[in-house]
């Protein structure tokens, strides 16, 4: 593990959380030296949060699934989810954020989460799940065709699709093709650095 790592605190729904962050100090020292890639992995986003929010709210669409998360950063979802899942694979492409939230669930004894590297640009073809949760993963706009196919190919097998976002002009683009298939949306508003963020959850489904 390249960076150290500190327990965060995290309320959501009065109920408090804790899981492992990388210090934001050799973060941003790592990456001014231009030794990494910019970190979006190295925090929790207000889209993981609401996410997490709303399966605490809604947990019936997690209990006795298989569940995958794709693009997972830290983890948090994945550790809220395990709580009703059956088996939670939580992946990521950056090796340095599957240390991470490997340490968080050993931390909190998730003996169903399980962590791997996974490419969106490159899934293995034996994946098997119930539901995906996606978290603020339409950032580039350069990756929203080949991200919408992989979601409609998980929809065609009667996946579930968990998806939270921000409220960004560019997020509409990318929601556009989907939207046939949102069969439920919540709002949260988030507050981050003193501003609040509101960030959108969709159920899709076939």
């Known amino acids: 593990m390249n960076f150290t790592p500190y327990l965060e605190h995290i309320i959501l729904n009065n109920q408090e959380l804790e899981l492992f962050v990388p210090d934001p100090k050799e973060v941003h020292d790592a990456y001014t030296l231009q030794a990494i890639e910019f970190p979006f992995w190295a925090q929790v986003w207000p889209s993981a949060r609401a996410l997490a929010t709303f399966i605490l709210d809604h947990p019936v669409y997690l209990e006795n699934k298989k569940v995958l998360e794709l693009g997972a950063g830290l983890g948090l979802p994945s550790l809220i989810a395990a709580r009703w899942a059956t088996s ?3 992946s990521d492409h950056i090796q340095t954020a599957i240390e ?9 004894q998730l003996k169903n989460v399980h962590t791997g590297i996974i490419d969106w640009n490159h899934l ?15 950032y580039d706009p350069a990756a929203f065709e080949r991200q919408q196919d992989i979601i409609l ?3 065609q097998k009667n996946v579930t699709v968990l998806l939270s976002t921000p409220q ?8 556009l093709p989907l939207m046939n298939y949102c ?11 003193d501003k609040e963020v509101i960030i959108s959850v969709m159920v899709l489904e076939m």
Do not use: G, M
């Open 153 to 155: 190919s998980f929809l």
């Open 88 to 90: 939670v694979i939580c």
């Open 183 to 193: 069969r439920y949306n919540e709002e949260f508003h988030i507050k981050q650095d």
């Open 124 to 138: 293995p073809p034996y994946l098997e799940t119930d539901v995906v949760l996606l978290s603020d993963v339409n």
């Open 100 to 108: 991470f939230a490997a340490l968080s669930a050993k931390y909190h």
């Open 168 to 175: 960004r002009i560019q997020a509409r683009l990318f929601l």
